[in-house]
């Protein structure tokens, strides 16, 4: 085998890209390789569930798939769990709900969870699970490789910021009660504070830098994608001021952005409207693609 930079030759193929990560040694990767897929139970007699394992910077990192029956051809949502550990875990019938929209799903658990490889670090170096996530979408042979979305809900809702940052041939983009600034989370949900500090190193005071790696709001201006962000004034894990600063900053930029606040709903809406807001933020998406 030959390397060379960026890249990893053999035979006169390039295999695997190769990068450098901060503080680590190079990483061999084909990000977004599916390793197995086994069928399972979906609560919908016309969309198949699978748990997949798939690759994302050499780790073995499980997710869930959701594919329409009929064989045709889809756009892709990739769908960003709030959440960390056990705490927002990803569900099947929340899964299916999208994908009977019309979409070919794919979930990731990211790294360390249900079985996967490595340790989830919220929004770190498990933002590659995402986006490698994404990668799997534009390398399934019933996805239109053009029509790619990304949806972000609570912290998932950073990941897919930085999802889009990476992967510019996003179709669109949606955070809903998502997370945008770090230091805001800490400052605000005092009781995730030790968690944070566990997973994170320490605290904004202390490593600053840390804090900053994870918030994409100084990046998001370089975008140039449709965004819809969606969000209930009265939340309180995760305020409506992160969705204010995502607003601004993306209005920095040459960004399409449309904001759905709902003044009289939390972080999570009750189930009749929520059902309604899938519906409409689907047709959202597929009105841009369409334009």
Request: charged share 25%.
């Amino acid at each position: 085998m030959k390397r060379g930079k960026g890249w990893f030759l053999k035979g006169g193929i390039i295999l695997v890209r190769c990068f450098k990560l901060e503080g680590k040694g190079e990483l061999f990767v084909l990000n977004g390789k599916i390793i197995s897929k086994e069928r399972f139970p979906s609560p919908h007699p016309d969309i198949h569930l699978y748990s997949v394992t798939y690759l994302s910077q050499g780790l073995h990192v499980k997710g869930l798939l959701a594919e329409p029956k009929d064989g045709e051809v889809y756009d892709g949502f990739l769908y960003l769990r709030g959440g960390i550990k056990n705490v927002g875990k990803v569900r099947p019938a929340r899964i299916v709900q999208f994908a009977a929209q019309g979409f070919i799903v794919f979930a990731p658990f990211y790294r360390g969870n249900q079985g996967g490889e490595g340790d989830e670090d919220f929004a770190g170096e498990d933002r590659f699970d995402a986006i490698s996530g994404f990668k799997l979408l534009e390398q399934h042979p019933r996805v239109n490789k053009e029509h790619i979305h990304i949806f972000g809900f609570s912290r998932g809702g950073i990941m897919a910021l930085w999802t889009a940052i990476e992967c510019r041939t996003a179709a669109s983009l949606v955070t809903w009660g998502g997370v945008s600034d770090m230091f805001l989370t800490y400052e605000e949900r005092i009781d995730m504070r030790r968690m944070m500090k566990r997973v994170i190193g320490g605290t904004p005071a202390k490593y600053p830098e840390r804090y900053e790696y994870r918030t994409p709001l100084s990046a998001v201006r370089d975008l140039c994608l449709p965004v819809l962000i969606i969000h209930g004034v009265l939340d309180k894990n995760v305020s409506v001021e992160h969705a204010y600063r995502l607003q601004k900053a993306l209005q920095l930029g040459n960004n399409q952005v449309e904001s759905w606040y709902f003044a009289e709903f939390t972080h999570y809406f009750p189930p009749a409207i929520n059902r309604k807001v899938v519906e409409d933020l689907t047709d959202w998406m597929k009105r841009h693609v369409e334009k």
